[in-house]
């Protein structure tokens, strides 16, 4: 079925199946990047800091309480190593590699 809708999709739009597969994959992966990049916003805005290190380290000298920030901490960690992620396959996209292993 899949296979049926990206050859009309070929065919409807002119365009390549793997211009389609490619521009596609690129405008979810950056959907998501932009996902995480609202709730880091928000963490920012929520804690006044500009990265979790600082968040963390404002922990550590009892300027915000641990719990619940320490879990905010560890979120905006793993956002930020996502989003990264997330990054380096748009650039490859971007580059024209492969976009399957």
Do not use: C
């Amino acid at each position: 079925m899949l296979n049926q809708i990206i050859q009309d999709a070929e065919k409807i739009l002119g365009v390549p199946a793997e211009v389609i597969f490619r521009e596609g994959l690129k405008k979810f992966l950056l959907s998501k990047m932009e996902e995480n990049n609202k709730i880091i916003h928000g963490l920012k805005k929520k804690y006044a800091a500009q990265g979790y290190a600082e968040l963390e380290e404002k922990i550590k000298i009892g300027k915000i309480p641990e719990h619940p920030t320490w879990e905010d901490v560890i979120l905006w960690e793993e956002l930020t190593r996502h989003t990264d992620k997330l990054r380096d396959l748009v650039t490859r996209l971007e580059a024209g590699g492969a976009v399957a292993s």
